[in-house]
Antibody, heavy 121, light 111 residues
Framework: QAHLVQSGPEVKKPGSSVKVSCEAS????????INWVRQAPGHGLEWVGG????????NYAQKFQGRVSITADKSKDTAFMELSGLRSEDTAIYYC??????????????WGQGTLVTVSS | QSVLTQPPSTSGTPGQRVTIPCTGS????????VNWYQQVPGTAPKLLIQ???QRPSGVPDRFSASKSGTSASLTISGLQSEDEAVYYC????????????FGGGTKLTVL
């Protein structure tokens, strides 16, 4: 059964960068878009951005423009999210989510297990 | 501050029916479908309702949802203890080149 497998937890210094991976195990990235959603401790869900690998197009939340880069390696069915200029407020669980698109709607129908990114000096 | 507005918490007793509202605007709920996600503490969110009112395979029919104008709601009938979770509404927003928006989440406590 297909599922999304994310890389392990990260601890980073302020000002550095982090790159989180998301592998579509048992499936291919060509069929879907992959989005990244983060959740700070005790807070709700916040969309970071997404990529449609088959078209190589990306879309980022305005809040993260210039700091985030989402890429995909289609040969490995793996998507990546790199966030730079890390600050303590970026401490969060980062989830990748598969975007299923049908006629007239789209939804995140599969989620990775989440990757905790801790930013601390 | 979330783009979509939800009450922070609600509660009910087993067997009761609870409704969680979600308010948006013309740029999101008013022009695109609404999805609902359930998040049990310590786990990843799970898609509960898609396209305003459609349950994905495997979601019990105790869960239902509707949308009208720029508002949506999720109803859980016959509340069960395992329904205790945080519920999020979400929609595509057409402003700013398009982006996904979420509600702040509603924590459901089963008393």
């Amino acid at each position: 059964q297909a599922h999304l497998v994310q890389s392990g937890p990260e601890v980073k210094k302020p000002g550095s960068s982090v790159k989180v991976s998301c592998e579509a195990s048992g499936d291919t990235l060509n069929n879907y878009a992959i989005n990244w959603v983060r959740q700070a401790p005790g807070h709700g869900l916040e969309w970071v951005g997404g990529i449609t690998p088959i078209f190589d197009t990306t879309n980022y939340a305005q809040k993260f423009q210039g700091r985030v880069s989402i890429t995909a390696d289609k040969s490995k069915d793996t998507a990546f999210m790199e966030l730079s200029g890390l600050r303590s407020e970026d401490t969060a669980i980062y989830y990748c989510a598969r975007e299923f698109v049908a006629l007239g709607y789209a939804a995140f129908d599969m989620w990775g297990q989440g990757t905790l990114v801790t930013v601390s000096s | 501050q979330s783009v979509l507005t939800q009450p922070p918490s609600t509660s009910g007793t087993p067997g009761q029916r609870v409704t969680i509202p979600c308010t948006g605007s013309t740029s999101n709920i008013g022009s695109n479908s609404v999805n609902w996600y359930q998040q049990v503490p310590g786990t990843a969110p799970k898609l509960l309702i898609q396209s305003d009112d459609q349950r994905p395979s495997g979601v019990p029919d105790r869960f239902s949802a509707s949308k009208s104008g720029t508002s949506a709601s999720l109803t859980i009938s016959g509340l069960q203890s395992e329904d205790e979770a945080v519920y999020y509404c979400a929609s595509w927003d057409v402003s700013l080149n398009g982006h996904w928006v979420f509600g702040g989440g509603t924590k459901l406590t089963v008393l």
